[in-house]
């Protein structure tokens, strides 16, 4: 029989043990998950464990957090780097691929690792923390960049950095006289709140304006606790951004999508960028043909207001960036 879930844990799940002994899966299936743990990286906090009803098979928070056998397969179209970082990474944690703005990644660790992530061939706990020397050249080469003015910090998730070293990197990035704004890209403020902390909401405090891009993609993922944290930051005056990708089983209908939207602008965001899924190794599970994403956005027109309607987007081959899908 497996257990039911220990609403108080109080500790991240991080391998197939962990989620049998929560009864998240089940005990005979372990054996064949520690495959998938071993090559993708497993994580998935308590307050989305607490989330997951263990006898929905189709439960869309499991989906996006436990791992799946069929991650195993890559399908003949997936690629390691979808999105093409690599060609366009001029010193490390780096990508410029417009003209300006460009990503610094400082770490690659996040609060949880979702099974459909576009980077999940190097996100991970213990990779990609950048060095100090690292991140210094890093900065050398904002710098140097007198045409970019927007610094987009991402990994990884930047809010699993300490507040103070958060801080840090962003008064550094801001007192470039070039840089005009920031943005962080994040799942913290639903996969994990209790990080939100007075501190780490006074390190968004910056000579320039700080935006942060929250990844969400189910309404029921706006438990209590994020609409909490969320309200820290949009009291702070953190302008808030929503970003979701498109999954089957967990946002391909209108209702579930509508739930989203309405749950992102009941929390001050503005929902940004739905995202075609990327096609990353073992994935396919996810992916919905892009008319069918086409076909939903033009459902939601008539019953949404328009300000709470994303741009449905997506990475266009080798790099060439993002694009609306027409
Ligand atoms: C997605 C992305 C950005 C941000 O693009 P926006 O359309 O401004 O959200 C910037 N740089 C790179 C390399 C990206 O992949
Ligand atoms: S939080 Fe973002 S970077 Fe991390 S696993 Fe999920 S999608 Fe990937």
């Not at 417009?98 to 609060?111: I, N, Q, T, V």
């Not at 991402?154 to 990035?173: H, K, N, V």
């Not at 989203?260 to 001050?268: C, E, F, Q, W």
Request: aromatic content about 4%; proline content about 10%; charged content about 20%.
């Amino acid at each position: 029989m497996p257990q039911p879930i220990a609403r108080d844990q109080s500790r991240t799940l991080r391998s197939p043990q962990d989620l049998a002994r929560a009864g998240l899966v089940q005990a005979e299936a372990v054996r064949a998950l520690e495959a998938v743990a071993a090559r993708y990286a497993t994580a998935i906090t308590p307050a989305m464990a607490a989330l997951i009803k263990p006898d929905d098979p189709a439960d869309p928070i499991a989906l996006q957090y436990i791992p799946d056998v069929a991650e195993m397969i890559t399908a003949p179209h997936e690629l390691g780097d979808p999105t093409a970082d690599a060609p366009f990474t001029p010193v490390k944690g780096v990508v410029h691929r417009y003209p300006d703005r460009a990503l610094l990644k400082p770490l690659l660790a996040c609060p949880v690792y979702c099974r459909f992530c576009f980077r999940r061939e190097k996100v991970g706990p213990d990779g990609g923390l950048l060095t100090e020397a690292e991140l210094q050249e890093a900065f050398l080469w904002f710098e140097g960049k007198t045409a970019i003015r927007e610094v987009i910090l991402t990994g990884g998730d930047p809010l699993m950095l300490s507040a103070r070293r958060l801080g840090e990197i962003l008064g550094r990035l801001a007192g470039m006289a070039h840089i005009e704004t920031l943005r962080i890209h994040t799942r913290v403020p639903v996969a994990d709140p209790a990080r939100i902390t007075a501190a780490l909401v006074g390190a968004m405090r910056q000579a320039k304006p700080v935006f942060i891009a929250v990844h969400a993609n189910h309404a029921r993922e706006f438990t209590p606790d994020a609409a909490v944290a969320l309200a820290r930051l949009a009291d702070a005056g953190v302008p808030l951004l929503g970003q979701s990708v498109l999954l089957r089983g967990v946002n391909d209908d209108a209702p579930a999508m509508e739930a989203l939207l309405r749950a992102m602008i009941r929390n001050r965001i503005k929902p940004y960028y739905l995202h075609s899924l990327d096609p990353a190794p073992g994935t396919a599970r996810f992916q919905v043909p892009e008319e069918d994403g086409l076909a939903l956005m033009a459902a939601l027109r008539g019953r949404l207001p328009g300000h709470a309607l994303p741009l449905f987007m997506h990475e266009t081959p080798l790099g060439g960036g993002k694009k609306p899908v027409e």
